[in-house]
């Protein structure tokens, strides 16, 4: 394993200067019982071997040099027993002294020789020499044995001379033995020094071992959270304090401590949990009230704004010169009601989640040219330059939604964009998809609004709440269509330096994009098409039979349910189209109206027309299927669905 290479560079002054230097990294093997078995054997057995070593060999020197010293003794014994018979050639004097040498037993054979022909030898003569260690020592005449007068003829004395040689042969089998149980007991003795030092150093080593390993397992049961774990490490002993039991005692107090601040934090955790929840549910119970207000109000509006349209198309036709400008205003803000009421049904509608993107592949060149239509008047007007780059990008998403964000970005970018300015929508490739961007160089938007402008009703610089400059709640629509197609709108802004939308979808080939059927032709006139209406309100009636009339149609009111019901039951008559209210009189439900229409009348369009824009209702009619058009309905709308209605029945 290598280290890590230190730092380069040199150390920066300051603060930074007193921070420690990259050490090298600590190699670790083993566990610490095996260490400290280790640190304690591996002395104790060079010690035990060395001693015993040098004690083994001191003795078998000591056997050495006995063993040479009694063969030698024996030698210059014999040799001084011998020196008068062998000088006088006593034969069997020599013969004696040779016998008594091996009834000492300290020597096998003995033998006695001089140059002149003397040789005696006692006891058995082994062919193998192996055994055998030979001492010599040499035969002098002691200083009273040197009269002449003693000396046989031809002899001589020489003083120190040797006159003869004595040779003593002594087994070594015996002395083999000896130097082998010495060595024996050297090498028992070091084994027995050994596994008293194995069996000490191992019961200290698990004394050590334990509570370290017990202060290991509690240090990692508190990483893992379990801050009840303790050491439990008893000191023994009353002298002084044991490290390892401080270490322990060390380590429970920081135990007992994080488990106070566990359960102190916990605590906390919990309180500030059911103040959010609380805050929740007051924020949802909020939320529930607005969406009921709001269902309640855009009905109860709905109603007579509907009525209103009604008559006013139908008085506009027949309205005199000096009626007109009236009757014009009227309709004017009967439409800005309308907006502001299909903009409230909107946000009702995503908060409802009743709406379900359909994706497909969309060129963006062709949706930017639908967009330079509705939008380059207003342009030209506003005397600002519209640019479009699409780059010949496609996308994968829901067309309706998407053309409706662009939309509105646009138009807010016109109208704020200064008299000459130029209004940029771009799209470019980028590693996460396509990113779209509407581009203005107005005034801006300070940083303290950007965090708020896609709130409901919130406007920058429409403070006297001008409904020509609309109602606050584009961006707000724009925003929840952005998050159910899984991006999120971006702003960047700086006050006199313009404004920057953008957002990102998933990136498709504009080769698999399949192009737009051309429009259909003009639809046939509503003459003769007929209608009923069902509807409790005789206002809604009356008006809804003149405006139908006034195309042409044949028209049938009915204010129940059940009239509707049986009216459609008859057989004999057979109707174009059905529209129904939602809440009918008493307990009539129009949805029960449009399902048996749906089984009497297969043929004739079914629509329920209702101020009714609870998330409750929108979810019902969705899972039911059913086509829903919210009041106020603008006669245009009314007049396109039915007279594609009659198209398709012509065709």
Same mark, same amino acid.
């Given at each position: 394993?290598?280290?890590?290479?230190?730092?380069?560079?040199?150390?920066?002054?300051?603060?930074?200067?007193? &921070?420690?230097?990259?050490?090298?990294?600590?190699?670790?093997?083993?566990?610490? &019982?095996?260490?400290?078995?280790?640190?304690?054997?591996?002395?104790?057995?060079?010690?035990?071997?060395?001693?015993?070593?040098?004690?083994?060999?001191?003795?078998? &020197?000591?056997?050495?040099?006995?063993?040479?010293? *009694?063969?030698?003794?024996?030698?210059?014994?014999?040799?001084?027993?011998?020196?008068?018979?062998?000088?006088?050639?006593?034969?069997?004097?020599?013969?004696?002294?040779?016998?008594?040498?091996?009834?000492?037993?300290?020597?096998?054979?003995?033998?006695?020789?001089?140059?002149?022909?003397?040789?005696?030898?006692?006891?058995?003569?082994?062919?193998?020499?192996?055994?055998?260690?030979?001492?010599?020592?040499?035969?002098?005449?002691r200083e009273a044995s040197r009269a002449s007068?003693?000396?046989?003829?031809?002899?001589?004395?020489?003083?120190?001379?040797?006159?003869?040689?004595?040779?003593?042969?002594?087994?070594?089998?015996?002395?083999?033995?000896?130097?082998?149980?010495?060595?024996?007991?050297?090498?028992?003795?070091?084994?027995?020094?050994?596994?008293?030092?194995?069996?000490?150093?191992?019961?200290?080593?698990?004394?050590?071992?334990?509570?370290?390993?017990?202060?290991?397992?509690?240090?990692?049961?508190?990483?893992?959270?379990?801050?009840?774990?303790?050491?439990?490490?008893?000191?023994?002993?009353?002298?002084?304090?044991?490290?390892?039991?401080?270490?322990?005692?060390?380590?429970?107090?920081?135990?007992?401590?994080?488990?106070?601040?566990?359960?102190?934090?916990? *605590?906390?955790?919990?309180?500030?949990?059911?103040?959010?929840?609380?805050?929740?549910?007051?924020?949802?119970?909020?939320?529930?009230?607005?969406?009921?207000?709001?269902?309640?109000?855009?009905?109860?509006?709905?109603?007579?704004?509907?009525?209103?349209?009604?008559?006013?198309?139908?008085?506009?036709?027949?309205?005199?010169?000096?009626?007109?400008?009236?009757?014009?205003?009227?309709?004017?803000?009967?439409?800005?009601?309308?907006?502001?009421?299909?903009?409230?049904?909107?946000?009702?509608?995503?908060?409802?989640?009743?709406?379900?993107?359909?994706?497909?592949?969309?060129?963006?060149?062709?949706?930017?040219?639908?967009?330079?239509?509705?939008?380059?008047?207003?342009?030209?007007?506003?005397?600002?330059?519209?640019?479009?780059?699409?780059?010949?990008?496609?996308?994968?998403?829901?067309s309706a939604m998407l053309q409706r964000i662009?939309?509105?970005?646009?138009?807010?970018?016109?109208?704020?964009?200064?008299?000459?300015?130029?209004?940029?929508?771009?799209?470019?490739?980028?590693?996460?998809?396509?990113?779209?961007?509407?581009?203005?160089? +107005?005034?801006?938007?300070?940083?303290?609004? &950007?965090?708020?402008?896609?709130?409901?009703?919130?406007?920058?610089?429409?403070?006297?709440?001008?409904?020509?400059?609309?109602? +606050?709640?584009?961006?707000?629509?724009?925003?929840?269509?952005?998050?159910?197609?899984?991006?999120?709108?971006?702003?960047?802004?700086?006050?006199?330096?313009?404004?920057?939308?953008?957002?990102?979808? #998933?990136?498709?080939?504009?080769?698999?994009?399949?192009?737009?059927?051309?429009? #259909?032709?003009?639809?046939?006139?509503?003459?003769?098409?007929?209608?009923?209406?069902?509807?409790?309100?005789?206002?809604?009636?009356?008006?809804?039979?003149?405006?139908?009339?006034?195309?042409?149609?044949?028209?049938?009111?009915?204010?129940?349910?059940?009239?509707?019901?049986?009216?459609?039951?008859?057989?004999?008559?057979?109707?174009?189209?059905?529209?129904?209210?939602?809440?009918?009189?008493?307990?009539?439900?129009?949805?029960?109206?449009?399902?048996?229409?749906?089984?009497?009348?297969?043929?004739?369009?079914?629509?329920?027309?209702?101020?009714?824009?609870?998330?409750?209702?929108?979810?019902?009619?969705?899972?039911?299927?059913?086509?829903?058009?919210?009041?106020?309905?603008?006669?245009?709308?009314?007049?396109?669905?039915?007279?594609?209605?009659?198209?398709?029945?012509?065709?």
């Amino acid at each position: 394993m290598n280290a890590p290479p230190p730092p380069q560079g040199p150390v920066p002054a300051g603060d930074d200067a007193v &921070q420690p230097r990259a050490a090298s990294a600590l190699v670790v093997r083993g566990n610490l &019982q095996g260490d400290l078995f280790r640190l304690g054997v591996v002395p104790c057995a060079a010690v035990a071997l060395a001693l015993t070593g040098w004690f083994t060999h001191n003795r078998l &020197q000591t056997l050495e040099a006995q063993f040479d010293a *009694e063969g030698e003794a024996v030698a210059r014994q014999v040799a001084a027993m011998s020196d008068l018979s062998l000088y006088a050639g006593d034969v069997p004097a020599l013969q004696n002294v040779a016998n008594a040498a091996l009834r000492g037993g300290q020597v096998m054979r003995v033998e006695i020789s001089n140059s002149a022909g003397v040789y005696v030898t006692a006891g058995p003569k082994t062919e193998s020499l192996a055994q055998l260690r030979m001492f010599t020592s040499p035969v002098t005449l002691r200083e009273a044995s040197r009269a002449s007068a003693f000396a046989p003829a031809g002899s001589t004395a020489a003083g120190d001379t040797p006159i003869g040689l004595v040779q003593t042969f002594r087994d070594t089998t015996a002395y083999a033995r000896e130097r082998s149980r010495s060595l024996m007991a050297g090498i028992g003795i070091a084994l027995v020094a050994l596994l008293a030092a194995w069996a000490s150093v191992r019961h200290m080593a698990r004394t050590v071992a334990r509570p370290l390993r017990r202060v290991s397992r509690t240090v990692a049961a508190l990483e893992a959270g379990h801050f009840d774990m303790r050491c439990e490490v008893v000191e023994g002993g009353t002298r002084g304090s044991h490290e390892l039991a401080v270490l322990a005692h060390d380590i429970d107090r920081l135990a007992e401590r994080l488990q106070h601040n566990r359960q102190v934090s916990e *605590e906390r955790v919990r309180e500030a949990t059911a103040v959010a929840l609380q805050r929740m549910a007051e924020a949802e119970q909020a939320a529930l009230s607005r969406a009921r207000f709001l269902a309640a109000a855009s009905h109860d509006l709905r109603q007579p704004l509907h009525a209103m349209g009604l008559f006013i198309d139908g008085l506009l036709p027949t309205a005199s010169a000096a009626q007109r400008p009236a009757v014009l205003r009227l309709q004017e803000s009967t439409e800005f009601m309308g907006v502001l009421l299909d903009d409230l049904l909107e946000i009702s509608r995503l908060d409802a989640q009743v709406l379900t993107p359909t994706i497909t592949r969309i060129s963006l060149a062709a949706l930017f040219d639908q967009l330079d239509a509705q939008h380059a008047a207003a342009a030209i007007e506003a005397r600002v330059r519209l640019r479009w780059s699409d780059r010949g990008l496609a996308v994968r998403t829901d067309s309706a939604m998407l053309q409706r964000i662009v939309n509105n970005l646009v138009a807010n970018a016109l109208r704020h964009a200064p008299e000459g300015g130029t209004v940029l929508v771009a799209a470019r490739r980028i590693a996460s998809g396509v990113r779209i961007e509407v581009r203005d160089n +107005g005034v801006g938007i300070a940083p303290i609004h &950007q965090g708020r402008i896609f709130e409901e009703f919130y406007q920058v610089a429409n403070t006297e709440r001008d409904r020509r400059r609309g109602f +606050g709640l584009g961006l707000a629509i724009c925003a929840r269509i952005a998050t159910l197609l899984g991006t999120r709108i971006t702003v960047r802004s700086a006050l006199q330096a313009g404004s920057t939308f953008a957002f990102t979808l #998933p990136a498709a080939r504009a080769a698999d994009v399949v192009l737009p059927e051309p429009a #259909p032709v003009a639809p046939a006139p509503l003459a003769g098409l007929r209608c009923l209406v069902v509807d409790d309100d005789p206002a809604i009636l009356d008006g809804s039979r003149a405006l139908l009339e006034q195309w042409g149609c044949e028209v049938e009111c009915v204010a129940t349910g059940a009239e509707a019901i049986a009216r459609m039951g008859t057989g004999d008559i057979h109707f174009d189209a059905v529209l129904c209210d939602l809440q009918l009189a008493g307990d009539g439900d129009g949805v029960d109206v449009i399902e048996a229409a749906k089984r009497l009348q297969p043929d004739a369009l079914a629509v329920l027309v209702s101020g009714a824009t609870g998330p409750e209702v929108l979810q019902r009619l969705r899972h039911g299927g059913v086509m829903l058009l919210t009041k106020p309905v603008p006669p245009a709308k009314l007049r396109a669905l039915l007279t594609t209605r009659r198209h398709a029945h012509a065709a």
